[in-house]
């Protein structure tokens, strides 16, 4: 085996394991509400967005098509490159699911690979224009688009069940719920499975392995599906307890309201190519649900907490992304990859001891909030 089929190996593998952080990292953004309003108990609603995350990456590749070549040159992008924006992808994305923080995979994935691309070929190499249009104007609007109309569809729910008891209207809208959770997932498969496609498809362009402007290669489909199904399943806990109890307590017509927002709006993203932020659009629509029943209160400390995160990814992700690769660069060829590599799982490794030291499961994701991410310890117990 050659050191270029070697690398292209360490880059793959790196990008699965990127698709896993993002399939459990963004559970939250499709079954929060449903688990928080227990319309589905929290293993239930893991599985059914595993199974429709999986069945999700088949339906389209435009977006693997943006990141494959609308972002950065693909010509004058190298493994080392590609490896080093995926270590800036995976480890905010490991940071932010430590903290309980519902983050951008895609910015952070983006962040990372421009980042790596600006340090290791110059601006020549990134195509402002498709990181304008397709990444940071969507990134604003799309949360405050999300947010108007979980806004308007909350009201309208309350309104036309205004004299609907609520308990009926409750139970009817925790079986809604079952429906409009599964569309997120399967909408939440159509973008994102697609971005580590787009990135494994840059990784074989730059190997020569396919040329650029082929598609992506079925296997590639099949890995990257089976990976944030996989990812899904597992549960990223932390993440779902900050959406689902922390941004706002809510209900089964809220959190209806707020993923059949969230499903039309990735949806459409997806249908136009763009590689839209899933978190931004399911937390912007969670605080339109809040918004939009009379009484409701939204916790606009970790709404702030969570925006303030959101504005760092693209840059701290961007940050690593230039570090990896300088790292591996300096140290020189496969030897200076595996070395980054080693550094990313030993903290990974950290990230995931230190969390079991606050526990945040299936068992007490649904525990009242508290004001951190950490259940009471009674409840824990």
């Not at 953004?29 to 293993?43: D, G, Q």
């Not at 972002?71 to 905010?92: K, M, N, R, Y």
């Not at 396919?210 to 899904?232: E, N, Y």
């Not at 009379?294 to 969570?306: H, K, Q, S, Y």
Request: glycine share 12%; net charge positive.
């Amino acid at each position: 085996m050659d050191a270029s089929t070697l690398l292209l190996g360490v880059v793959v593998v790196t990008a699965l394991a990127f698709d896993f952080t993002n399939g459990f990292h963004d559970t939250a953004n499709a079954m929060a509400t449903s688990i928080a309003t227990r319309a589905l108990r929290p293993r239930i609603a893991v599985a059914l967005s595993a199974v429709l995350n999986f069945v999700g990456a088949f339906l389209s590749l435009k977006v693997a098509a943006t990141i494959a070549s609308g972002i950065v040159e693909s010509g004058a992008i190298t493994l080392t490159v590609v490896f080093a924006g995926l270590v800036g992808g995976l480890a905010w994305n490991l940071l932010t699911w430590y903290f309980g923080i519902p983050s951008s995979s895609s910015h952070a994935l983006i962040g990372g690979v421009v980042g790596a691309t600006l340090i290791a070929a110059g601006t020549g190499a990134v195509k402002v224009d498709g990181l304008m249009s397709k990444v940071i104007v969507p990134a604003f609007l799309s949360p405050v688009f999300a947010a108007l109309v979980a806004i308007a569809g909350t009201f309208l729910v309350y309104r036309i069940t205004q004299r609907v008891p609520a308990s009926t209207r409750t139970r009817g809208f925790r079986l809604g719920q079952i429906g409009s959770a599964s569309l997120v997932s399967l909408a939440h498969g159509t973008n994102d499975a697609q971005k580590t496609m787009g990135v494994i498809t840059l990784a074989l362009i730059a190997n020569h392995t396919i040329s650029p402007g082929a598609g992506t290669p079925f296997w590639v489909i099949v890995a990257c599906a089976l990976c944030i199904s996989l990812g899904t399943y597992i549960g990223g806990w932390r993440v779902i307890r900050t959406l689902g109890k922390g941004l706002t307590e809510i209900e089964s017509p809220q959190g209806f309201a707020a993923e059949g927002s969230s499903a039309a709006v990735i949806l459409a993203a997806t249908h136009f190519g763009f590689p839209l932020s899933t978190t931004h659009v399911c937390s912007g629509s969670i605080m339109g649900a809040g918004v939009g029943k009379r009484l409701a209160e939204v916790r606009w400390g970790v709404a702030g907490r969570m925006v303030t995160a959101w504005l760092c990814t693209i840059p701290a992700a961007a940050l690593v992304g230039a570090g990896a690769w300088k790292g591996a660069d300096a140290i020189g060829g496969v030897g200076g990859v595996a070395v980054v590599f080693g550094a990313a799982v030993l903290f990974a490794g950290g990230l995931y001891l230190a969390a079991r030291r606050i526990p945040v499961t299936h068992a007490n994701v649904n525990e009242e909030w508290t004001g951190s991410l950490a259940p009471d310890k009674e409840q824990v117990a």
